[in-house]
């Protein structure tokens, strides 16, 4: 099983096989449901909607799940791309649709529409706009007209893509953003007390690092792919308080395993991105 969001997808950035969404999300194939949800639960499987997306030529690129005791069961969200995106190549980044779902009685069937930048392996989600859900109760019918409705959002989506490409920010917007962007994980160090990890100054001059040549521009787009990996896999240093050091010491922060917050931060950040760009 995978053990991190980031590192759920081919290499070559291909669609997974069976085999290797088995491998790297099992519950994607799981046809039961928690031990504890009653007979009057329906749950909608992941399985039965892989079919539907397949009819729109939305192909898996990526799967992941939570680590826990109940693999079967967990909350797990995985990634589809056209087949024609799968297979063409070369290309800057990809539209996308996330699905999140469990079979845990958790929550209910999510679809997001996102993109997949590939210089820097990034996933996005989208914010405001770009998500809907059903319940499990619901029919593969309703499963389907979520999807198209989200399959239709896919070009407003990369018109929103391509109008960060053409905004240039200024030093201050940068600035706003990673400020912005590092409150979607950590709160503000000044004045704190209680056990923690925080945010300083350093972990907001951190997050605007770019890790590479192509990441050197000032477009809102690239800028805002930076700080979104940043933040993400943990490209920061953060002052953590503890009752050993309650006085904080610096440390690099983790990288986020959670797909429920890999899903909610990703969102923020967007939604950041979208309103400094306004």
Same mark, same amino acid.
């Given at each position: 099983m995978s053990k991190h969001v980031i590192f759920s997808r081919n290499s070559n950035?291909? @669609? *997974?096989t069976t085999e290797r969404i088995a491998q790297l999300a099992p519950a994607v194939f799981s046809t039961t449901k928690h031990e504890r949800l009653t007979d009057r639960y329906v749950s909608l499987h992941t399985s039965d909607v892989l079919p539907v997306l397949a009819d729109y030529g939305y192909h898996p690129v990526q799967a992941a799940q939570r680590r !826990?005791? +109940?693999p079967m %069961? /967990?909350? %797990? =969200? =995985? @990634?589809? @791309? &056209?087949t024609d995106d799968i297979t063409l190549t070369p290309q800057e980044f990809r539209p996308e649709i996330i699905l999140? #779902?469990? %079979? +845990?009685g958790s929550g209910s069937v999510k679809l997001f529409a996102g993109a997949f930048r590939f210089i820097c392996s990034n996933g996005i989600v989208a914010g405001d706009g770009f998500s809907s859900r059903i319940y499990h109760s619901k029919s593969l019918l309703a499963f389907e007209e979520m999807l198209r409705t989200t399959v239709e959002s896919l070009p407003t989506l990369m018109g929103k893509i391509d109008r960060l490409r053409s905004v240039s920010l200024t030093t201050g917007q940068v600035h706003d953003m990673a400020i912005a962007a590092v409150a979607t994980r950590w709160k503000d160090y000044v004045g704190q007390e209680e056990n923690g990890t925080y945010a300083v100054a350093q972990t907001v001059k951190d997050v605007m690092q770019a890790k590479r040549l192509e990441d050197t521009t000032w477009d809102a787009w690239t800028v805002f792919n930076k700080i979104q990996e940043n933040v *993400?896999? !943990? #490209? /920061?240093?953060?002052?953590?308080?503890? &009752?050993v050091h309650p006085e904080g010491t =610096?440390? &690099? /922060?983790?990288s986020i395993h959670s797909i429920k917050t890999h899903v909610d931060v990703n969102q923020k950040l967007w939604n950041i991105a979208e309103e400094i760009t306004a």
């Open positions: 950035d291909s @669609a *997974l !826990g005791k +109940d %069961h /967990a909350q %797990h =969200m =995985m @990634a589809f @791309a &056209k999140y #779902n469990s %079979h +845990d *993400l896999r !943990g #490209n /920061a240093f953060v002052r953590s308080i503890s &009752k =610096m440390r &690099k /922060a983790r």
